[in-house]
């Protein structure tokens, strides 16, 4: 027996993954920066630094995650092209908060039997959505786990470097009493919190995929599989036109948690949930699963994807200039200098959604 066939006979198909390579290969064409060096098959991916050497005092940023239990609704749906959305957008707009350009990322695809036209789908997105946030997708890794994952099975996760000026870094440290918080419309729950999702509606409820659910506009697995909106270039867009002080990326723990992580000792924030309502589809996950509301505000994005923190001064042009690249963005609560009290959160939610 030869070692090819000896492998294969424990699972692992060498050729599957040839093909499947080939399949992806104009998707990640398609993500193709300058700056890239070489083509798909290379052990490592490059990327020309002098891009870097054009910043007066360069920073660079990298962040990494994956799309968590969503892949389960993928694997069931059986559709495979958007879940790399996902995956793209909860790690470069981790870079953007801190006002970090995106300049490449890496993909990691693990599997129990390489299908290749399942993973050129799932590439395809990882792809689609490199572009929308201008970065390249230098490289990656599909592996087969026969005997750890069902022939059907697969995980993702990814990785992404950008760079900052020193300068430019938002953080905390730029948040004062008197700015206001602008919130960015979310497409739906993202990525976050379907372990939640999944356990009260289609365990406890017993809800189908393909059940129509009326508030929703169409099936709940249409609804679930919404891709994670893409904030990169909108944020950068927004950095370069208007003074902002943090951003937040809004995702696992909702929008009180992260909103925390850039507000500053000695001011204390305070969001009003009047102005906005939320997608319909919290709604739903609220009412047939009586969740109770802060169990679901601090698990899920509540129509909230980004956030911003600027002076007030700046808050009509920033509406105005998200609005022009169909971004929906209002201002959803202020900041003020704490109150003293040490038991009070730093992030409060006030008021009641509009029904």
């Given at each position: 027996?030869?070692q090819k ?6 699972g ?39 891009r870097?050497?054009?910043?007066r005092s360069?920073v660079l940023?990298?962040?990494?995650d994956g799309v ?13 092209d ?13 870079l953007?908060v801190?006002?970090?350009?995106p ?13 290749p036209?399942?993973?050129?789908a799932?590439v395809k ?5 490199c572009?929308q946030?201008?970065?390249?997708l230098?490289g ?5 786990h026969p005997?750890?994952l069902g022939a ?11 760079v ?6 938002l953080?905390?440290?730029?948040v004062?009493p ?6 960015m ?9 379907y372990s939640l999702?999944?356990h ?10 393909d ?10 697995g ?32 909702g ?12 001011v204390?924030?305070?969001?009003d ?13 609220q ?16 129509g909230?994807?980004?956030v911003?923190?600027?002076p ?5 042009a920033?509406i105005?200039?998200l ?7 209002w ?5 003020r200098?704490a109150d003293?009290?040490?038991?009070r ?9 509009p029904?």
């Amino acid at each position: 027996m030869t070692q090819k066939s000896a492998y294969a006979a424990a699972g692992v198909d060498i050729e599957a993954g040839d093909r499947a390579v080939d399949l992806m290969k104009e998707w990640v064409g398609k993500t193709r920066r300058p700056e890239v060096l070489g083509g798909i098959g290379g052990f490592a991916g490059l990327f020309d630094a002098s891009r870097i050497a054009r910043y007066r005092s360069p920073v660079l940023a990298t962040s990494t995650d994956g799309v968590g239990t969503k892949v389960a609704i993928a694997q069931a749906m059986g559709v495979h092209d958007t879940i790399g959305i996902d995956l793209v957008g909860m790690v470069v707009d981790d870079l953007v908060v801190c006002g970090a350009e995106p300049l490449f990322m890496t993909d990691y695809i693990a599997c129990g039997k390489v299908d290749p036209h399942r993973i050129a789908a799932i590439v395809k997105g990882i792809a689609e959505a490199c572009v929308q946030a201008g970065c390249a997708l230098l490289g990656g890794e599909t592996a087969e786990h026969p005997g750890l994952l069902g022939a059907d099975e697969y995980d993702v996760a990814g990785a992404a470097t950008g760079v900052v000026e020193r300068d430019r870094i938002l953080s905390a440290d730029r948040v004062v009493p008197g700015d206001v918080v602008l919130a960015m419309a979310s497409s739906g729950l993202h990525s976050n919190g379907y372990s939640l999702v999944r356990h009260v509606l289609l365990n406890q409820a017993g809800w189908s995929l393909d059940r129509d659910v009326a508030e929703l506009g169409r099936t709940l697995g249409e609804e679930l599989l919404v891709p994670t909106r893409v904030y990169a270039r909108d944020c950068l867009a927004l950095i370069d036109a208007v003074e902002v002080h943090a951003m937040s990326h809004i995702t696992g723990g909702g929008l009180a948690n992260n909103l925390a992580r850039v507000v500053p000792n000695g001011v204390q924030v305070d969001l009003d949930r009047s102005s906005w309502r939320p997608d319909p589809i919290f709604d739903v996950v609220q009412s047939v699963g009586n969740v109770s509301q802060p169990d679901l505000e601090a698990t899920l994005n509540m129509g909230v994807g980004m956030v911003a923190i600027l002076p007030p001064s700046e808050a009509d042009a920033a509406i105005a200039l998200l609005a022009e690249r169909d971004l929906k963005a209002w201002v959803a609560g202020a900041v003020r200098a704490a109150d003293g009290s040490s038991d009070r959160p730093a992030v409060s939610l006030i008021g009641q959604h509009p029904r």
